[in-house]
C-alpha cells in the first residue's frame, strides 16, 4: 500500500487534534509569559483562537499530535496551522506567531541592543547609530570594553601611587606585583548590557548613558591590595672597597580579577527588588535577558556556565601540588581561564589575555556541525594546551592535537605530574580527537584535567576517557621560573 498522501487525507480525529493545538498555543504563551509579558500570552491566545477557529470547518489533520510531539507547543502550533484547509487560518497563525517572536525579543532582550532595530523606544534612537545587530552589539561590546581597559589603568595607577607614596623601591615592587586581572579578565559584556536595559525598565537607554555610568566607577572595578616587604641588596662603599648589604623595602601588589559586583552598583540595581515588568527579581530578570542575548547572538547561553575558579582558590590548589615550579606556572595560566574560555571549533590565540574571547565570531574552520555559525570566540582543545605553554613558559606544542603528539612522548600513568598531556586516543584511530592537561588528583585520589571541552570551555573535571599519557619533548619541566621570566611572557606589571 502506497505511503503517498493527497491534500485533505488523515482527518478522522481532526476535533481532538485541533484542539490539541489550541492547547498547545496557550501553552506557547505561557512560556512566553515566563520571561516577562502578559501581551506574549496574549497573542499566543489569539494564535490558539485562530486554530480553534478551524474548528468550525470540520476539518483538520491528526497529525498535529506528531508536531507536539517534534517541537512542543511551538511545533504543535505550526503542525495545526500548516494541516489547516483554508490558507486564510494558515496566514493569520504565522500572523500571530511573527507578532508574538516581536513581543517577546522586545521584553526578553537588552533594549539597549534592540532599540535601533525595533524602535520601541523612538526618543532614545540613534539616528546616525547602527542598524544592524551584530554591528550594535560590536559597538556596544567595544564600549564596554573600553570603560574596562579604564578600570585597569586606573589600578595600575594605584599601584604606581601606593609606591611613590610610600617611598618603596620600584623595581622591586613591579617584579612582585600580583597582576591577575590580565588572565581573568572576567566580565560579562552580555550580563553588563542586560543589568544596564534593565536598571533603567528598557526604557531611556543610550550608548552615552552606558559609559558615563561605567566610568563612574572604574576605580572600583579592580580591587588593589599590597603587603610590604623588605629584602637585603648589595650596595658599593664609596671607596670602592668592596659591598655592603643595605635594607630596601618594596610593596607586593595585587590586582584583583574584575568585580562583577561593581556592575550592579554602577546601575544602581537591587537584585532581591520586585522587577515589575517580569514580576520577579531583578536578579532573575537581569540573568533571563543576558542569557536571551547569548542565544540570540551565539545561539548559547552555555558561556559562563561553568564558575571561574577564584584566587583564594587558585592559591590553594597550587599550594596543594607537589611539583616544580615550572609545572605551576603551567597550572596557574590553565585555571585562569576556566569558566572564563569558551570553546571554539578552530580557535587559537597568542600568549596572554585575548579580548576577542568571548565575542561573536564565525566559525571558519571545517569539520565541524558549528561551522558557519556564529560564536563567542575562544579556544578549541589543542588552542588551549598551546596558549597555556606559550603563556608560561614561552614554549610551543604546535597546533593541532596531532602535532602535539607528535612534539612528545609516551610516558606511564603513574609518571603523571602536572602540567603533562593527556589525549583520548591516538591520533588516527578516532574522527576527532581530545587533548588534556593533567592538574593533579583531589582528595580522593581522582585523577583531573583542565581542558577545552565542546559546547563547555575551559573546566577543570575528572573524565574517565582519557588513554593516552605524553610529556613534551626535549625542555626540562623541573625547575623553578624566576619572578622576573613570569612576569615579561605574561606581560605582568602593565
Not at 501581551?39 to 478551524?54: D, F, I, L, S
Not at 532595530?117 to 551584530?134: A, C, K, L, R, S
Not at 605551576?328 to 585562569?336: F, G, P
Not at 560564536?375 to 596531532?402: I, K
Request: glycine share 10%; proline share 4%.
Amino acid at each position: 500500500m502506497s505511503d503517498d498522501r493527497q491534500f485533505g487525507e488523515g482527518q478522522d480525529n481532526y476535533l481532538q487534534g485541533i484542539r490539541s493545538a489550541a492547547e498547545a498555543a496557550k501553552q506557547a504563551g505561557s512560556a512566553a509569559g515566563s520571561v516577562g509579558t502578559a501581551a506574549g500570552e496574549a497573542t499566543a491566545n489569539a494564535a490558539a483562537a485562530t486554530v480553534q477557529a478551524g474548528m468550525e470547518t470540520g476539518k483538520a489533520a491528526s497529525e498535529i499530535a506528531v508536531g507536539t510531539a517534534a517541537g512542543g507547543p511551538w511545533g504543535a502550533v505550526l503542525s495545526a496551522a500548516w494541516s489547516l484547509r483554508h490558507t486564510l487560518f494558515k496566514v493569520l497563525v504565522f500572523l500571530c506567531l511573527f507578532l508574538l517572536f516581536i513581543i517577546i525579543t522586545v521584553v526578553s532582550l537588552p533594549s539597549i541592543v534592540f532599540n535601533n532595530i525595533f524602535h520601541t523606544d523612538p526618543t532614545t534612537v540613534d539616528p546616525n547609530g547602527p542598524t544592524e545587530m551584530t554591528a550594535i552589539f560590536d559597538d556596544l561590546s567595544a564600549t564596554v570594553a573600553d570603560c574596562i581597559q579604564a578600570g585597569y589603568d586606573a589600578a595600575l595607577a594605584e599601584v604606581d601611587e601606593i609606591i611613590a607614596d610610600g617611598g618603596y623601591d620600584y623595581d622591586l615592587s613591579m617584579e612582585a606585583l600580583v597582576n591577575n586581572a590580565l588572565v581573568s579578565m572576567d566580565y560579562d559584556t552580555c550580563y553588563i548590557l542586560a543589568a544596564y536595559s534593565a536598571s533603567m525598565g528598557q526604557r531611556g537607554t543610550t550608548k552615552a548613558d552606558l559609559q558615563s555610568k561605567l566610568n563612574a566607577v572604574t576605580d572600583q572595578m579592580y580591587t588593589v591590595t599590597y603587603e610590604v616587604k623588605s629584602t637585603q641588596v648589595p650596595v658599593e662603599n664609596e671607596g670602592g672597597d668592596g659591598e655592603t648589604q643595605e635594607t630596601v623595602q618594596y610593596v607586593a601588589c595585587t590586582i584583583h580579577p574584575f568585580d562583577q559586583s561593581i556592575i550592579l552598583k554602577a546601575f544602581d540595581v537591587d537584585v532581591d527588588a520586585t522587577y515589575d515588568q517580569f514580576q520577579i527579581s531583578y536578579g532573575d530578570a537581569i540573568l533571563n535577558m543576558s542569557n536571551a542575548l547569548k542565544m540570540t547572538m551565539y545561539g548559547t547561553a552555555s558561556n559562563g556556565s561553568v564558575p571561574p575558579i577564584s584566587d583564594a582558590e587558585l592559591n590553594l590548589f597550587l599550594a596543594s601540588l607537589d611539583c616544580s615550579g615550572k609545572r605551576k606556572e603551567l597550572m596557574r595560566c590553565a585555571l585562569s581561564l576556566v569558566g572564563r574560555v569558551p570553546y571554539f571549533w578552530g580557535g587559537k590565540s597568542a600568549p596572554g589575555w585575548n579580548e576577542e574571547w568571548n565575542t561573536p565570531k564565525l566559525v571558519t574552520a571545517a569539520g565541524s556541525s558549528s561551522t558557519g555559525t556564529i560564536r563567542p570566540y575562544g579556544l578549541d582543545c589543542s588552542g588551549f594546551t598551546e596558549w597555556v605553554y606559550q603563556t608560561a613558559l614561552g614554549v610551543t606544542l604546535y597546533d593541532g592535537s596531532w602535532n602535539q603528539w607528535d612534539a612528545t612522548h609516551a610516558i606511564s600513568e603513574d609518571e603523571l605530574l602536572p602540567g603533562d598531556l593527556g589525549f583520548m586516543a591516538v591520533p588516527g584511530t578516532v574522527p576527532v580527537n581530545h587533548v588534556l592537561l593533567y592538574a593533579g588528583e583531589d582528595a580522593d585520589g581522582t585523577k583531573l584535567w583542565v581542558h577545552c571541552a565542546s559546547g563547555t570551555g575551559v573546566v577543570l573535571n575528572s573524565p574517565d576517557y582519557v588513554t593516552q599519557y605524553r610529556r613534551r619533548n626535549d625542555i626540562d619541566l623541573e625547575g623553578d621560573l624566576p619572578l622576573a621570566d613570569i612576569t615579561e611572557e605574561i606581560g605582568y606589571g602593565g
